[in-house]
């Protein structure tokens, strides 16, 4: 089992910035892979960056977020972080802090990022 834990959300005038955080517990051993979903009203979760871990760690981003946003983990590997820039209003969802062991797939539960004037 793992638990995950965010924080770091907030309303933040366009072209400011937030930190995501992303505390795992729990089997952390286990987690092949941690990521940061987002939701807005009425669209579906989508996948905004992720890593793997492993030999190499292995870092996506959504091509809406690239160049803005940064995911890093820490050397501890329970703590992930979602770095946001330049942050516009359709940045404007949940953040769900995501992580994978095996086929299971283990989600936080969400934290307000609005992006507003």
């Known amino acids: 089992q793992v638990q995950l834990v965010e924080s770091g959300g907030g309303l933040v005038q366009p072209g400011g910035s937030l930190r995501l955080s992303c505390v795992a517990s729990?089997?952390?051993?286990?987690?092949?892979?941690m990521g940061w979903y987002r939701q807005a009203p009425g669209k579906q979760r989508d996948l905004v960056a992720g890593?793997?871990?492993?030999?190499?760690?292995?870092?996506y981003y959504a091509d809406s977020v690239k160049g803005r946003f940064t995911i890093s983990r820490d050397n501890a590997g329970n703590t992930v972080y979602l770095h946001m820039n330049n942050l516009k209003p359709e940045d404007t969802a949940v953040y769900y802090c995501?992580?994978?062991?095996?086929?299971?797939?283990?989600w936080g539960q969400g934290t307000q990022v609005t992006v507003s004037s």
């Open positions: 995501s992580a994978t062991s095996g086929a299971v797939r283990y």
């Open positions: 729990g089997s952390i051993f286990s987690i092949n892979t």
């Open positions: 890593l793997a871990t492993g030999g190499t760690t292995i870092k």
